[in-house]
């Protein structure tokens, strides 16, 4: 394993420590995960191949509400095809993303599996969204609706977006209302 444990930074915001928090892209090969993670990290979008982010996870901090967040967003980078490996990646983390294509349904049917998996085997205060990604395709190649993916998410409690990591399209308001369901349910009343 390559995560390292890192000193908590002070906010950039006021005296509040930053909160760190492991956030794990699943779904199957090829829906944007790695491009996800690109656009949002680093405002990037290779269109041609696979995007391959080099490194183990990205790192990005972000202030909500007042909370300094910092992410450390772990790739699945190919480990989705080989599915013994993923509890190793999910196992402890309080947030996911699932990420299927709108143009491919069984890239919905793997995230529902996905989702399913994520709530017999983790813990049940992991903070997930279901993201369909590709939604710049949706007008000429669409092949699960909005409907279809934002019902399946309401009848488990998850967030819920299409997003494009090809335009940018909701990729930071996805990361930041994650944040923002964390940092609700996590901070002691009162502050
Ligand atoms: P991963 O296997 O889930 O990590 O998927 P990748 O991020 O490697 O993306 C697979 C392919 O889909 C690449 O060719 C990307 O350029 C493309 N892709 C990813 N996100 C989008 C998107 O939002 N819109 C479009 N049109 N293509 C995308
Ligand atoms: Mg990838």
Known sequence: MTQRSQPKQPSAAGGS???QIKLVLLGESGVGKSSIALRYVRGEFN????????AAFLTKTVNVRGQSVK???????????????????YRGAP??????????????TR???????????????????LAGNKADMASEKRAVS???????????GLL???????????V????????????ATTMSPGN
Not at 111 to 129: D, R
Not at 172 to 183: G, H, R, S, T, Y
């Open 17 to 19: 420590k930053s909160k």
């Open 47 to 54: 269109e041609n191949g696979e995007a391959t982010i080099g």
């Open 71 to 89: 992410f450390d967003i772990w790739d699945t980078a190919g480990q989705e095809r080989y599915h013994s490996l993923a509890p190793m990646y």
């Open 95 to 108: 947030a996911a993303i699932i990420v299927y294509d709108v143009t491919s349904t069984s890239s919905f």
């Open 111 to 129: 995230a529902q599996a996905w989702i399913k998996e994520l709530l017999q085997q983790a813990n049940s205060q992991m903070v997930i969204c």
């Open 146 to 156: 909005r409907e279809e993916g934002k019902d399946h998410a309401d009848e488990h």
């Open 160 to 170: 819920f977006t299409e997003t494009s990591a090809k335009t940018g399209l909701n």
């Open 172 to 183: 930071e308001d996805m990361f930041i209302n994650l944040a923002a369901k964390i940092v």
